[in-house]
């Protein structure tokens, strides 16, 4: 899977005793109507079992210059507080920790979770959009983080 680029994203969430954070590698558009997001969790992970207790999310997508706060979040023996200690957060919506700065964050609402092999599936419908600081998007592939480059056609269809 390392040749199929995916975007960056950090979602945040209040677990049960703590506010929370993840970097997330598996964020997709499911549907327009009603706005739906999925992304995925692996069921090893320490973190899977409050996320999916989890009933509202932020998710962040991060811009092209901020691969140092997706390795923040992705780094699995950085603490929570570590993590949320208020340099890259600020209070969010739903008392949820927000990114201080972002391309876009969709703050959503849990509707179902399914299995998917050794991973959770969560689907959330979107409930509101913030738009950040206009960038490129960073994504990852192979192995390394990469900004958007640039566009090859123009898919604009308005006739």
Aim: one cysteine or more; aromatic letters at 6%; a negative charge.
């Amino acid at each position: 899977m390392r040749h199929v680029p995916t975007v960056v994203t950090v979602v945040t969430f209040n677990a049960t005793n703590a506010p929370c954070g993840v970097t997330i590698g598996s964020f997709a558009s499911l549907s327009l109507d009603p706005p739906l997001v999925c992304f995925n969790i692996k069921k090893a992970s320490d973190i899977h079992d409050e996320i999916i207790a989890a009933d509202r999310y932020l998710i962040h997508v991060l811009r092209d210059d901020q691969a140092e706060v997706s390795d923040r979040f992705a780094d699995p023996s950085r603490s929570r507080r570590d993590q949320l200690d208020g340099t890259h957060t600020e209070p969010g919506p739903h008392d949820i920790p927000t990114l201080s700065d972002f391309l876009v964050r969709f703050d959503c609402r849990r509707t179902q979770i399914h299995e998917g092999g050794d991973h959770s599936i969560i689907l959330a419908c979107v409930e509101g959009i913030d738009e950040g600081t206009p960038a490129r998007p960073i994504v990852y592939h192979q192995r390394a983080y990469h900004a958007v480059g640039t566009q090859v056609a123009d898919r604009n269809l308005t006739h």
